[in-house]
């Protein structure tokens, strides 16, 4: 990363007094800026200016490529306050590039787990906002009680559904993953059997819905990491297995979406969406099977027609027997005791009889104890 590239341009918006943050938009957003301490989820990558090592990308580490949570106007964060800072500056859909001096991002100390960040770190960072929504719950996401999360979850899944139901998948997907961010791995990690079945009991059709919409977004790689993770906690999950099947059969993934199709009906007999898209699967398979095979008989019949030889393989290894059967078979043809050899049968014929002459002659020496004169 070059000199100029290290350094906010002019054009670049101060967000702080200081003159330490800066901000550049790359993309503009639509609506509102989002109110003081809004709850807002971001994709980021985050680059060390001195060297452009990444040394954060939100989707590549997150699990199923989760947003970030972040908290609108924020001041009070351990590290990387700055990215609270300048998304309180954002519109939903917005994109834009940071400058961050270390005051605003991992400070003097800098970070030795993960991730790696070196102390006294100039940052820079392309940051998206994706959805944000008022901090309407009265306080903040760490003092809340199990039961307030669950509520809050329950909250966005059925404001989601109401998106969904009229066709706005996008903001549909962002209700849901709002949701899924009160039931952080954070929070799963820390309950028993009984609240974690109750969590998970909430969490799982919110993935499954956000799958749907992943499918009408055409998003067909995602709704399969989506489903996955269901399948990962309930390996007979008919919805997943069956939107997981719609997702690969699309991909032109025939033989796995067979199987997850076939494991949905099993679960799910008399579910006809599911026998549907079971039948049209293995009628793509059977349209595979028959176009690859008249592609290899039309390859074959060619090959056959042009006299091509369509395996070459190295001749046997010549033994005693074989190299006496030729020879024999040279033999009578020279003194023209047969009929020139023509053909397998004739050497095969020829071949037998030189074994029995071979035979025939170790027998008389070891009868009489020396070979035969020969007239």
Not at 81 to 110: D, F, I, Q
Not at 115 to 139: F, H, M, R, S, W
Not at 187 to 193: A, K, P, R, T
Request: hydrophobic letters at 40%.
């Amino acid at each position: 990363m070059d000199e100029a590239e290290r350094r906010p341009p002019a054009e670049a918006v101060q967000v702080t007094d200081d003159g330490l943050l800066h901000k550049l938009t790359l993309q503009e957003g639509t609506g509102e800026v989002p109110p003081k301490h809004a709850r807002c989820l971001v994709h980021y990558v985050g680059r060390i200016a001195e060297t452009g090592e990444v040394f954060m990308n939100t989707r590549e580490e997150s699990h199923n490529q989760e947003p970030e949570l972040l908290v609108a106007g924020r001041d009070t964060a351990y590290q990387e306050s700055g990215l609270h800072l300048v998304v309180a500056t954002m519109r939903c859909g917005e994109t834009c590039r940071v400058w961050a001096a270390p005051k605003y991002g991992y400070g003097e100390k800098g970070s030795f787990s993960f991730p790696t960040v070196p102390p006294n770190a100039d940052l820079i960072y392309e940051l998206e906002l994706l959805q944000c929504e008022p901090a309407d719950e009265g306080k903040e996401l760490g003092s809340m009680t199990f039961e307030e999360r669950m509520e809050a979850a329950e909250r966005r899944r059925q404001d989601g559904n109401a998106l969904f139901r009229e066709e706005r998948f996008e903001e549909a997907l962002g209700k849901y993953r709002l949701s899924l961010s009160y039931l952080s791995e954070d929070l799963l990690m820390q309950l028993g059997d009984f609240h974690l079945q109750l969590a998970m009991g909430l969490k799982r059709p919110v993935l499954l819905n956000i799958a749907a919409c992943q499918l009408r977004q055409q998003d067909y790689h995602g709704a399969v990491a989506t489903c996955g993770e269901v399948l990962q906690e309930d390996p007979q999950n008919a919805k997943a297995l069956f939107r997981r099947g719609k997702a690969r059969r699309t991909l032109g993934q025939s033989e796995a979406a067979l199987r997850d199709l076939e494991a949905a009906r099993a679960a799910a007999p008399g579910d006809a969406a599911v026998a549907k898209e079971l039948a049209t699967v293995r009628r793509d398979l059977q349209q595979e099977r028959t176009a690859s095979s008249q592609v290899f008989k039309g390859y074959f019949d060619k090959a056959k027609a042009a006299g091509d030889v369509l395996y070459d393989e190295p001749p046997p290894p010549v033994t005693p027997e074989a190299s006496a059967s030729v020879e024999a078979a040279s033999f009578l043809q020279r003194h023209k005791l047969v009929a020139p050899l023509q053909g397998r049968r004739v050497l095969r014929t020829a071949a037998i009889v030189a074994v029995l002459a071979i035979a025939t002659y170790w027998c008389w020496v070891a009868v009489s104890g020396a070979p035969p004169i020969l007239s």
